[in-house]
């Protein structure tokens, strides 16, 4: 079955970073358009930044200029780089991968931004 395993979650302070990866086994990765959302305490789940099959990326408004996503598609991996971490970052994270109607979600993994 299709697994999509999120690691590198942790507690970090403001302004700290921390790199994010997603392991797919069984999908044709490189075709996927793969995406990182998050869901907050109380509040919907969001989307924080997606690449395309070709590279192409999207980012949430909260997140521009401070997270990066990328994707290694000889390990069937993607990243999100978060730096300049704030409070409001915390959240469980969630890896996406979208083909069409399909979709797969991860487990999450848990990021909390505190002093």
């Known amino acids: 079955q299709v697994q999509l395993v999120e690691s590198g979650g942790g507690l970090v302070q403001p302004g700290g970073s921390l790199r994010l990866s997603c392991a797919a086994s069984r999908i044709t990765f490189n075709r996927y358009t793969m995406g990182w959302y998050r869901q907050a305490p109380g509040k919907q789940r969001e989307l924080v930044a997606g690449?395309?099959?070709?590279?192409?990326?999207n980012y949430g408004d909260s997140v521009k200029g401070r997270f990066t996503i990328s994707r290694d598609n000889a390990k069937n991996t993607v990243y999100l780089q978060l730096n300049s971490l704030k409070p409001e970052d915390t959240a469980v994270y969630y890896c996406n991968a979208a083909y069409g109607y399909i979709n797969y979600w991860g487990q999450g993994t848990q990021v909390t931004v505190s002093s």
């Open positions: 690449i395309t099959s070709t590279g192409s990326t």
